[in-house]
Nanobody
Framework: QVQFVESGGGLVQTGGSLRLSCAAS????????IGWFRQAPGREREGISC????????YYGDSVKGRFTISRDNAKNTVYLQMNSLKPEDRAVYYC????????????????????WGQGTQVTVSS
């Protein structure tokens, strides 16, 4: 099956860190830009960070800028999201998908342009 498999979520205290992984299954992600998204209970899914196919360009939403870092290892067919200084408001299910990575990514994106969605990984931050 062609999709991403997200992992690395869990329960962490405020101020803690987690590293999420987004592994491509059934395809190679070398030529794809990748976005990380999250969806909190009762809220729409939002784009929080993306990385170009080469890793040369990255963008972050204001809510995570300075705390989260996106990276990729094409040899491992995996994209990562290092999350530091976590806050209770970061609680959400986190997803990754392949699609455009532009400077406006966190402001708006077109869901139809993103593919290979996985099941997501739950992140919970206790206060």
């Amino acid at each position: 099956q062609v999709q991403f498999v997200e992992s690395g979520g869990g329960l962490v205290q405020t101020g803690g860190s987690l590293r999420l992984s987004c592994a491509a299954s059934g395809f190679t992600l070398d030529n794809y830009a990748i976005g990380w998204f999250r969806q909190a209970p009762g809220r729409e899914r939002e784009g929080i960070s993306c990385i170009s196919s080469t890793g040369g360009s990255t963008y972050y939403g204001d809510s995570v800028k300075g705390r989260f870092t996106i990276s990729r290892d094409n040899a491992k067919n995996t994209v990562y999201l290092q999350m530091n200084s976590l806050k209770p408001e970061d609680r959400a299910v986190y997803y990754c998908a392949a699609g455009p990575c532009e400077s406006y990514f966190s402001t708006y994106y077109f869901p139809a342009e993103y593919h290979y969605w996985g099941q997501g990984t739950q992140v919970t931050v206790s206060s």
